[in-house]
């Protein structure tokens, strides 16, 4: 079977068995590792695998036809993608420089396309967010100051990390790029007294945000507009984007980023909130370009930084998260398990198998293939924010729920 004879020299670590669809049974151990045994029902799976397998091991998952007889979904995935990323055979090589060839055409994203994208992603059911995200539907990774926060917990530390970024003073004007579901907005109005502008393209993140705004009694410091960055105009004293730069896409980040400089006011400051990867340029999973983020990408440094310099904005900070985000999604993966039942009854059991799939894959490209969570901490003005970090962290202090502020001096 040359899938077997393709996976033989990569499996070094763990134990798949493989049940094909004749029902022979193959067994490539590795070692200590994780362990799972797996059923292919579709002979075409055969082939299938081996010339496409990051599209077609989560596709088959999803549609049945590749079930999982022993172990789960983590220790399957754990297993392919730590001795993927470990041990990349020849022909493995070949299919991601393939596909690094087209990334640029799949990340072009105009205006109209770009909407399309979100609201396949962000414009699903409205209680599928309310059963796996934290109280405040926190989108993006969460901020761990201690193994013992919870989601809730580490999701407020999150907000309020970034207010310390952001310098910000009673009656400044903010613009939100990518203003989700409205929480980071709301938190900065009502915590610092400014007035915030958010922007989404999600119809149903919009309406979310502008319910959320008014039961808060803040309609009219904190208002949020179905608009794309490109088509903002005025001048804003600070501007902040979390978890909406991997929509941007590598052909725009000149525009963008050309665009925030002239929107930050000449003494503003920004804080770009971003997920990365420590490795170098890449490319996104095929699987989850097609199902879970058309047009998404997770940019190296190296693409970013570059881009800043031309555009000439200061870089004042830069911060790298690691397993920040793996924890924020294995408490994610948790409550999505808890609430099963309740997510088939919104859609179906193939959907419920295409999110779990997002869910560990997401995880485990955290934990085993170097990705990572960049804040970076930009200025029009070399002296716009103080020459040293001490202020954010006095800030954090001077901000923090008694029982947080408690347990961060005992950790």
Same mark, same amino acid.
């Given at each position: 079977?040359?899938?077997?004879?393709?996976?033989?020299?990569?499996?070094?670590?763990?134990?798949?068995?493989?049940?094909?669809?004749?029902?022979?049974?193959?067994?490539?151990?590795?070692?200590?590792?994780?362990?799972?045994?797996?059923?292919?029902?579709?002979?075409?799976?055969?082939?299938?695998?081996?010339?496409?397998?990051?599209?077609?091991?989560?596709?088959?998952?999803?549609?049945?036809?590749?079930?999982?007889?022993?172990?789960?979904?983590?220790?399957?995935?754990?297993?392919?993608?730590?001795?993927?990323?470990?041990?990349?055979?020849?022909?493995?090589?070949?299919?991601?420089?393939?596909?690094?060839?087209?990334?640029?055409?799949?990340?072009?994203?105009?205006?109209?396309?770009?909407?399309?994208?979100?609201?396949?992603?962000?414009?699903?059911?409205?209680?599928?967010?309310?059963?796996?995200?934290?109280?405040?539907?926190?989108?993006?990774?969460?901020?761990?100051?201690?193994?013992?926060?919870?989601?809730?917990?580490?999701?407020?530390?999150?907000?309020?990390?970034?207010?310390?970024?952001?310098?910000?003073?009673?009656?400044?004007?903010?613009?939100?790029?990518?203003?989700?579901?409205?929480?980071?907005?709301?938190?900065?109005?009502?915590?610092?007294?400014?007035?915030?502008?958010?922007?989404?393209?999600?119809?149903?993140?919009?309406?979310?945000?502008?319910?959320?705004?008014?039961?808060?009694? *803040? %309609?009219? /410091?904190?208002?949020? =507009? +179905?608009?794309?960055?490109? $088509?903002?105009?005025?001048?804003? !004293?600070?501007?902040?984007?979390?978890?909406?730069?991997?929509?941007?896409?590598?052909?725009?980040?000149?525009?963008?980023?050309?665009?925030?400089?002239?929107?930050?006011?000449?003494?503003?400051?920004?804080?770009?909130?971003?997920?990365?990867?420590?490795?170098?340029?890449?490319?996104?999973?095929?699987?989850?370009?097609?199902?879970?983020?058309?047009?998404?990408?997770?940019?190296?440094?190296?693409?970013?930084?570059?881009?800043?310099?031309?555009?000439?904005?200061?870089?004042?900070?830069?911060?790298?998260?690691?397993?920040?985000?793996?924890?924020?999604?294995?408490?994610?993966?948790?409550?999505?398990?808890?609430?099963?039942?309740?997510?088939?009854?919104?859609?179906?059991?193939?959907?419920?198998?295409?999110?779990?799939?997002?869910?560990?894959?997401?995880? *485990? %490209?955290? /934990?085993?293939?170097? =990705? +990572?969570?960049?804040?970076? $901490?930009?200025?029009?003005?070399? !002296?716009?924010?103080?020459?040293?970090?001490?202020?954010?962290?006095?800030?954090?202090?001077?901000?923090?729920?008694?029982?947080?502020?408690?347990?961060?001096?005992?950790?």
């Amino acid at each position: 079977m040359l899938l077997v004879s393709m996976l033989s020299p990569v499996v070094r670590t763990g134990r798949l068995t493989i049940i094909d669809a004749a029902g022979n049974r193959h067994v490539l151990d590795g070692g200590p590792g994780p362990s799972a045994t797996i059923r292919l029902c579709d002979p075409s799976l055969h082939w299938k695998l081996v010339l496409r397998p990051r599209l077609y091991v989560p596709e088959a998952y999803m549609d049945g036809t590749l079930t999982i007889e022993e172990g789960s979904l983590y220790d399957f995935l754990e297993l392919l993608v730590s001795n993927d990323t470990a041990h990349p055979n020849e022909l493995m090589r070949l299919g991601r420089a393939a596909a690094r060839l087209g990334r640029r055409m799949y990340q072009l994203n105009p205006v109209w396309r770009a909407r399309r994208n979100v609201a396949h992603h962000y414009d699903l059911s409205d209680q599928l967010y309310e059963l796996f995200l934290d109280r405040d539907r926190q989108y993006s990774c969460a901020y761990f100051r201690t193994p013992e926060d919870d989601l809730d917990t580490a999701q407020e530390n999150k907000k309020r990390h970034i207010g310390a970024k952001l310098l910000l003073r009673p009656g400044q004007k903010v613009l939100d790029i990518g203003s989700g579901w409205g929480g980071l907005a709301l938190y900065l109005a009502g915590e610092c007294d400014v007035e915030v502008t958010g922007l989404t393209l999600s119809e149903e993140q919009l309406k979310v945000a502008q319910r959320r705004a008014a039961v808060a009694g *803040l %309609a009219d /410091r904190v208002r949020f =507009h +179905l608009r794309d960055y490109r $088509q903002e105009t005025g001048t804003y !004293d600070r501007i902040v984007s979390v978890g909406m730069f991997e929509h941007v896409g590598v052909n725009h980040y000149q525009a963008f980023f050309a665009k925030l400089k002239a929107l930050l006011a000449p003494d503003g400051v920004a804080l770009l909130h971003s997920i990365g990867r420590m490795d170098g340029p890449g490319m996104t999973n095929p699987w989850l370009r097609k199902y879970i983020f058309p047009g998404g990408y997770s940019p190296a440094l190296s693409e970013v930084v570059p881009v800043v310099e031309r555009t000439r904005l200061w870089i004042a900070d830069i911060e790298i998260l690691r397993l920040h985000y793996a924890e924020t999604l294995r408490q994610w993966r948790r409550r999505f398990e808890q609430n099963r039942d309740r997510i088939r009854a919104l859609y179906d059991e193939r959907f419920c198998r295409m999110w779990e799939t997002y869910l560990v894959g997401s995880e *485990l %490209a955290f /934990r085993h293939a170097g =990705h +990572l969570v960049f804040q970076m $901490q930009l200025a029009n003005s070399i !002296d716009a924010v103080p020459l040293t970090r001490d202020y954010m962290f006095d800030w954090e202090r001077a901000h923090a729920a008694p029982e947080a502020d408690a347990a961060g001096r005992a950790a």
